[in-house]
Structures are given as C-alpha cells and as structure tokens.
Nanobody, 125 residues
Framework: QVQLVESGGGLVQAGGSLSVSCAASGGTFSLYDMGWFRQAPGKEREFVAAISWSGTRTYYADSVKGRFTISRDNAKNTVYLQMNSLKIEDTAVYYC??????????????????WGQGTQVTVSS
C-alpha cells in the first residue's frame, strides 16, 4: 500500500511560480509511474503531468506545457511539480497519484491506484 502526501500549495499571484511536492511511502517508489492531476470547483479531475518510473519520460497537458515541469527523486521517494507563469485558471486542488509501471497510459485517471489527499493552489489576479 502506497501512501502519498502532497505539500507546497498556497496562494500566488498570476505570473508567479510555485512548487508542489509529493512524498511517497509504503512501497517501492521506483516501481511506479507518477502523475499530477488537478480539480477545480465544479470541474472534473484532469491530467496535468506525469513522469515514468525511471524519470526518463515526461508528459504534459497542453494547457501547462512549457510552464510546468515534473521531476522525481527516487532516492527521496518524492515527485515534484514546478509551476511557472501561473494563470488564474491553474487554480485547483492538485493531487499526486501513482500507477504501477505497467505501460498503461499515464493520462488516464483510472489507471492510477494510489492518490494523495491534495493540496490547494490558488492563483490570484
């Protein structure tokens, strides 16, 4: 059983930067692809970014490409999401998630077995 705990959310002005982290425990971190998803009020949870178990492949939603960077440190069992040039529409609860490195698509929410509790990111004007 993998436990995921996000941290680092908060309030930032539009155009600013914020970094969120997700610490994993209870499993072998390097066995899992990791993803970040977000959910805004009244909207469905959506894919933001993902990184393969080895860190060699990264994936991004078009809406964040060029602004967000996902990375991981397998020695620290942690995945990161660096968010730059933040926009008001990036406001959401951000969740990290883990899926076994089975080759299943990383963009699909239901492919992930483990989820964190989420961290709020609010971008103000």
């Amino acid at each position: 059983q993998v436990q995921l705990v996000e941290s680092g959310g908060g309030l930032v002005q539009a155009g600013g930067s914020l970094s969120v982290s997700c610490a994993a425990s209870g499993g072998t971190f390097s066995l899992y692809d990791m993803g970040w998803f977000r959910q805004a009020p009244g909207k469905e949870r959506e894919f933001v970014a993902a990184i393969s178990w080895s860190g060699t492949r990264t994936y991004y939603a078009d809406s964040v490409k060029g602004r967000f960077t996902i990375s991981r440190d397998n020695a620290k069992n942690t995945v990161y999401l660096q968010m730059n040039s933040l926009k008001i529409e990036d406001t959401a609860v951000y969740y990290c998630a883990a899926k076994f490195r089975s080759g299943s698509p990383v963009l699909i929410t239901t492919n992930y077995s483990y989820w964190g509790q989420g961290t709020q990111v609010t971008v103000s004007s």
